[in-house]
């Protein structure tokens, strides 16, 4: 079989991105819009700060704050929605409820108004709660027999210890106490728009859009305030915890480390660190214990950015007999990185993924809506997105050097390992100190 060497890559183009244009508006509402023509559709994303929300109560109110209001119910909102081929969905987590949508552009009126509609007067029927609270709870009891569920949770818990990011699901019997005027009480203290920030994304003008927002969101208010959330505290690595699953066939394997928010000048040298370590296929740890040695399918690290504090979590499912040896590893690669330079080819490498990530993730309408709204929720505009790949084409190997001594030691990792203890703690007591607790303690 004739082998053919691949083609080089091309240059990197210039990221081409639109103007924002943005106002804000009496009642204290961020409206950015921008203009993307590609094709007659709009992306709406409304972000309402959210921080310190009672959990069970901000996570039951974005499961049924479309199930109707005053004057309309869910089926004939989602009716409406559909007549302009739009729809809306919510969600909420520590930092933030978001509201996202999606329609025809000449349905952009509709659909505001039908989000100003949920936004003044959702009003959480009785049967509606209900239901989503029953569905929940099975959601919930269905996760927490997950290993991917228990062992997040474990690590959280030994990241964050008594901040509000800690515990990110309720317990059922939590969710079985909210009830609808909870929901409508907790709705007037946080869903206000002093502090929200409504973006637009599509084939649409930019001054009719931001025009169509004040005449359907500019009576929109609120008395409340958002819960301020407190920095995230250091890190503090300690012995290893080791959450005993007995019986179970594999481990997962969990390092949280620290990170710095993207602003920080640190931040595009770190990006290109954590994927010369394991950020994407052909990584070193990835090499490593995945293709090199089998130890799992799809290891994978990844810097999770907040309000309140940024870090990078590694992580891994492995066979139980080879807990030890995949951890050892695992050690072994951040250590590498943390002392030596990655190659040249390895950080050109890197840079060419992360430079072309970012232009396929802005390359839709949605992906584009999504960046922006990750970025608006963090005080940026989109053209910090610029300014950060000027960054990580401009970084050395010497940068990349300095952000993995500084942030992907071994000694900085928080280590959390779910799986059977009576297989897996003697391998892992041999790597350093383990203290083992029951899952779900």
Same mark, same amino acid.
């Given at each position: 079989?004739?082998?053919?060497?691949?083609?080089?890559?091309?240059?990197?183009?210039?990221?081409?991105?639109?103007?924002?244009?943005?106002?804000?508006?009496?009642?204290?509402?961020?409206?950015?819009?921008?203009?993307?023509?590609?094709?007659?559709?709009?992306?709406?994303?409304?972000?309402?700060?959210?921080?310190?929300?009672?959990?069970?109560?901000?996570?039951?109110?974005?499961?049924?704050?479309?199930? #109707?209001?005053?004057?309309? !119910?869910?089926?004939?909102?989602?009716?409406?929605?559909?007549?302009?081929?739009?729809?809306?969905?919510?969600?909420?987590?520590?930092?933030?409820?978001?509201?996202?949508?999606?329609?025809?552009?000449?349905?952009?009126?509709?659909?505001?108004?039908?989000? @100003?509609?949920?936004?003044?007067?959702?009003?959480?029927?009785?049967?509606?709660?209900?239901?989503?609270?029953?569905?929940?709870?099975?959601?919930?009891?269905?996760?927490?027999?997950?290993?991917?569920?228990?062992?997040?949770?474990?690590?959280?818990?030994?990241?964050?210890?008594?901040?509000?990011?800690?515990?990110?699901?309720?317990?059922?019997?939590?969710?079985?106490?909210?009830?609808? @005027?909870?929901?409508?009480?907790?709705?007037?203290?946080?869903?206000?728009?002093?502090?929200?920030?409504?973006?637009?994304?599509?084939?649409?003008?930019?001054?009719?859009?931001?025009?169509?927002?004040?005449?359907?969101?500019?009576?929109?208010?609120?008395?409340?305030?958002? #819960?301020?959330?407190?920095?995230?505290?250091?890190?503090?690595?300690?012995?290893?915890?080791?959450?005993?699953?007995?019986?179970?066939?594999? !481990?997962?394997?969990?390092?949280?480390?620290?990170?710095?928010?993207?602003?920080?000048?640190?931040?595009?040298?770190?990006?290109?660190?954590?994927?010369?370590?394991?950020?994407?296929?052909?990584?070193?740890?990835?090499?490593?214990?995945?293709?090199?040695?089998?130890?799992?399918?799809?290891?994978?690290?990844?810097?999770?950015?907040?309000?309140?504090?940024?870090?990078?979590?590694?992580?891994?499912?492995?066979?139980?007999?080879?807990?030890?040896?995949?951890?050892?590893?695992?050690?072994?690669?951040?250590?590498?990185?943390?002392?030596?330079?990655?190659?040249?080819?390895?950080?050109?490498?890197?840079?060419?993924?992360?430079?072309?990530?970012?232009?396929?993730?802005?390359?839709?309408?949605?992906?584009?809506?999504?960046?922006?709204?990750?970025?608006?929720?963090?005080?940026?505009?989109?053209?910090?997105?610029?300014?950060?790949?000027?960054?990580?084409?401009?970084?050395?190997?010497?940068?990349?050097?300095?952000?993995?001594?500084?942030?992907?030691?071994?000694?900085?990792?928080?280590?959390?390992?779910?799986?059977?203890?009576?297989?897996?703690?003697?391998?892992?007591?041999?790597?350093?100190?383990?203290?083992?607790?029951? @899952?779900?303690?």
């Amino acid at each position: 079989m004739t082998v053919r060497t691949l083609p080089p890559l091309g240059p990197n183009r210039k990221l081409k991105l639109p103007r924002e244009v943005e106002r804000t508006l009496p009642n204290g509402l961020t409206v950015i819009v921008l203009r993307r023509p590609a094709v007659p559709l709009v992306e709406l994303r409304l972000w309402v700060p959210f921080g310190r929300a009672h959990l069970a109560r901000g996570l039951m109110m974005s499961q049924t704050l479309l199930s #109707g209001t005053e004057t309309m !119910s869910s089926v004939q909102l989602a009716a409406e929605l559909q007549k302009v081929g739009g729809g809306l969905s919510c969600g909420a987590d520590s930092d933030r409820l978001m509201i996202s949508g999606t329609g025809l552009s000449t349905g952009l009126d509709r659909i505001l108004e039908l989000l @100003a509609e949920v936004l003044t007067g959702a009003s959480y029927p009785n049967d509606e709660v209900a239901t989503e609270r029953a569905r929940l709870i099975d959601g919930i009891r269905m996760a927490q027999s997950q290993p991917t569920h228990l062992v997040r949770k474990a690590l959280l818990k030994r990241m964050y210890g008594k901040h509000p990011y800690a515990v990110q699901t309720p317990e059922p019997e939590q969710v079985e106490a909210v009830r609808p @005027a909870a929901l409508r009480s907790l709705h007037a203290a946080r869903v206000r728009p002093a502090g929200a920030i409504l973006l637009l994304v599509g084939d649409v003008q930019e001054a009719k859009a931001l025009d169509a927002v004040e005449r359907a969101l500019g009576d929109w208010t609120g008395d409340g305030a958002p #819960g301020e959330l407190p920095s995230t505290p250091p890190l503090e690595p300690g012995p290893l915890l080791l959450v005993d699953r007995p019986d179970s066939v594999q !481990s997962s394997v969990r390092l949280a480390l620290p990170a710095v928010p993207r602003t920080h000048p640190d931040h595009a040298a770190l990006q290109l660190a954590n994927l010369v370590f394991g950020g994407y296929f052909s990584s070193r740890w990835v090499e490593n214990i995945r293709e090199d040695k089998g130890y799992t399918y799809g290891p994978h690290s990844v810097i999770e950015h907040s309000v309140a504090g940024s870090s990078l979590v590694v992580a891994a499912e492995v066979a139980t007999e080879v807990t030890g040896p995949a951890l050892l590893e695992t050690i072994y690669e951040l250590g590498r990185l943390a002392t030596l330079p990655p190659k040249e080819d390895e950080l050109e490498q890197a840079r060419q993924y992360a430079l072309g990530t970012l232009q396929l993730g802005i390359s839709t309408q949605a992906g584009l809506a999504a960046v922006a709204s990750a970025y608006a929720g963090s005080g940026l505009r989109l053209e910090f997105l610029a300014e950060h790949a000027a960054r990580l084409a401009k970084a050395t190997r010497d940068d990349v050097a300095a952000a993995a001594a500084s942030y992907l030691a071994p000694s900085r990792a928080v280590t959390v390992v779910l799986g059977d203890a009576g297989q897996v703690e003697a391998p892992l007591g041999v790597l350093g100190p383990v203290r083992t607790e029951a @899952a779900g303690s």
